[in-house]
C-alpha cells in the first residue's frame, strides 16, 4: 500500500477537518491520470459542456475513502481518484467541495449544490426514492474494530453483537445494520444491541481507543486502514452482507448519470479503475461493472 510522503498517519485516523465552508472548492491530489475520451464528452449534458466542471460533494472522513492530507487542505483518497480519473475521461475539471458532514449529501443533491457526491455512499431502495446512483465499489465486507486488549473474540456474524455495545456514524447504514440486528436479538430472546452513533467514524474510532465503547462497525476497508496505523485496535469482526456498492450520488434524474457511468465502465475496462484501487490496497472490492438505479440491486 502507498502513501504520500510526510503523513502523520495517526491524525490523519483520527482527524475530522472542519475548517472549510461546504461551499469552497477544496484542492486535490491524483494518484492517477488518465487520457480523455472524445467520444464519451457527446454523453454530457450541454450545461455541464458550456460550464467546463463536475461539483463533486464528499464529506472527508477517514484513508482510504476521503481525507485531507497532512497540509489540511488537499483532499486524497479513493473517491477524489475515482471521480477525478472519471472527469479526466470525459475532458472536464472536477471542482470539489466538503459537506461539513455526511447528513449535508442527500439535501445537497437534492437543491443542486453538487452535481455528484461520493463518499463511501451505499445505494439503498430507500435513498434511490430520492437520488440516483451509479455503483463502483463492491460494499459487502464491514468490519468491527475493538482495543486489542479488550479480548474480544473474532467473530463473522452480526448475531454475535447480541447484549453488546457496538459505535456506528450517522446516517450511515451501518446504524441500520445494527438496529435490525438487535431487533433479531430481541425475537431471538436475547439482549438487544445497543448502538452508539457518532457524527462520523474518526470520532467513533477515538471513542474505541479512548474506551468509551467496545467496539465500532463501519466499511472493512477504512477499518483495515485504521488497525494499521493504530496499535491499540484490531479487526474483531469481518461480516460479509448483502449490500448494493458503494456509488456515486446524483440528484434524481440527472443528465450527467450516463457519461459518468460509461467512463467508469471505460476505466474499469482499460485497468484504471484497478490500479486506483490497488494503490489504496483495496482491490479486493473491485466490481467488473457500474451499474445505475435500478440495475444496480438486480
Known amino acids: 500500500m502507498k502513501f504520500a510522503k510526510g503523513m502523520t498517519l495517526l491524525a490523519l485516523a483520527l482527524s ?13 491530489d491524483s494518484t492517477l491520470h488518465v487520457r480523455a475520451d472524445p467520444t464519451l464528452k457527446t454523453l454530457l449534458p450541454a450545461d455541464i459542456i458550456k460550464r467546463g466542471y463536475i461539483v463533486a ?68 431502495p430507500a435513498r434511490l426514492k430520492q437520488i440516483d446512483f451509479v455503483g463502483y465499489y463492491n460494499a459487502s465486507l464491514l468490519g468491527v474494530i475493538s482495543r486489542k486488549d479488550a479480548g474480544i473474540a473474532p467473530f463473522k456474524s452480526l448475531n454475535d453483537l447480541c447484549g453488546k455495545e457496538v459505535g456506528a456514524g450517522s446516517g ?58 493504530i496499535k491499540p485496535l484490531t479487526l474483531a469482526g469481518e461480516i460479509t452482507v448483502n449490500d448494493a456498492p458503494v456509488s456515486v450520488a446524483f440528484p434524481k434524474d440527472s443528465a450527467l448519470e450516463p457519461a459518468v457511468q460509461a467512463a467508469l465502465n471505460s476505466l474499469i475496462k482499460d485497468g484504471s479503475y484497478k490500479k486506483i484501487l490497488d494503490h489504496w490496497g483495496i482491490g479486493f472490492g473491485a466490481v467488473t461493472e457500474a451499474k445505475r438505479n435500478e440495475e444496480i440491486f438486480k
Not at 475530522?16 to 486535490?28: L, P
Request: proline share 6%; charged share 20%; net charge neutral.
Open 16 to 28: 475530522a477537518h472542519t475548517t472549510f465552508a461546504a461551499e469552497q472548492s477544496v484542492a486535490t
Open 57 to 124: 460533494g464528499t464529506n472527508p472522513n477517514t484513508p482510504p475513502t476521503t481525507f485531507f492530507k497532512e497540509d489540511n487542505k488537499t483532499l486524497a483518497g479513493r473517491e477524489i481518484d475515482i471521480m477525478n480519473a472519471v472527469g479526466e475521461r470525459l475532458g472536464l475539471n472536477v471542482q470539489w467541495r466538503d459537506t461539513g458532514g455526511f447528513d449535508n449529501i442527500i439535501p445537497g443533491l437534492k437543491t443542486g449544490r453538487y452535481d455528484v457526491a461520493l463518499s463511501n455512499i451505499n445505494a439503498t
Open 172 to 229: 450511515t447504514t451501518q446504524v441500520t445494520r445494527l438496529e435490525e440486528a438487535s431487533k433479531a436479538c430481541e425475537a431471538a430472546g436475547k439482549k438487544p444491541v445497543k448502538v452508539a452513533v457518532f457524527p462520523d467514524r474518526p470520532a467513533g474510532v477515538q471513542a474505541v481507543v479512548s474506551g468509551r465503547v467496545p467496539m465500532f462497525l463501519g466499511p472493512y476497508e477504512g477499518l483495515l486502514w485504521q488497525v494499521k496505523v
